[in-house]
């Protein structure tokens, strides 16, 4: 987790990698709440129809993380949205959204969107978060790695044009910076951002959602 005030896309494994850079906003802290009205804005602000969904699509409450698969905040944070995920199965959803911060983030994402195609999304996520530490400086063979343990199929993941991977990304990134989003993870539960950072707040913001989609 770093403050930043650029993000730069880079490192893509094809031949015609891509660099982009996108504003951010400086001195932020990760996972601060966005300074604006959420609950204004359009669906489609939190939730593409690109956007990896992880439960039950029709699910009443809707976690969105802006992700970034080599920040250490994120993976810390999985082992908590996992729980959540688990303890209300029919009743939440979590939907990932990309913002690429670190040194092989937009590769990493790469991977994890060939995962997706390939089926194999979930045990890629776990693997690549839990072999972080071996490739988040970017030097990538831990991560590539790591997602062929987990199922991938690397050599098909490679050929994959990327060229939709860099395109949802920049959605990604477009609707972070209109959210005014400044670090990673930050959650929005049902459009909502976290009232306070860290696992127990977003539990106890679900579990009131949930709650009150019961009524």
């Not at 891509?18 to 489609?44: C, K, Q, R």
């Not at 978060?129 to 993941?157: C, R, T, Y």
């Not at 909502?192 to 709650?211: S, T």
């Amino acid at each position: 987790m770093k403050r930043q005030s650029a993000v730069v896309l880079m490192g893509l494994i094809a031949a015609g990698a891509f660099a982009a850079g996108v504003t951010l906003y400086s001195a932020s802290v990760a996972g601060e709440p966005a300074p604006i009205v959420a609950a204004a804005l359009p669906a489609e602000t939190f939730v593409r129809p690109h956007s990896p969904v992880i439960g039950p699509k029709k699910a009443p409450v809707t976690i969105v993380e802006f992700f970034d698969p080599s920040c250490e905040a994120c993976r810390a944070f999985y082992p908590a949205v996992k729980q959540i995920l688990a303890t209300y199965p029919k009743d939440v959803r979590l939907v990932m959204r990309y913002l690429p911060l670190h040194p092989g983030s937009a590769e990493a994402i790469v991977i994890l969107e060939a995962a997706r195609q390939q089926g194999v999304l979930e045990p890629v996520m776990e693997a690549i978060l839990e072999a972080q530490p071996s490739w988040h400086d970017g030097q990538m063979d831990g991560a590539w790695a790591a997602a062929k343990a987990a199922g991938l199929d690397v050599e098909k993941a490679k050929a994959m044009p990327t060229d939709i991977a860099r395109a949802n990304m920049e959605a990604d990134i477009a609707d972070a910076n209109t959210l005014r989003i400044k670090g990673t993870p930050t959650f929005f539960v049902n459009g909502k951002p976290l009232a306070e950072f860290g696992p127990e707040p977003l539990y106890a913001q679900v579990r009131a959602e949930v709650e009150a989609s019961k009524r």
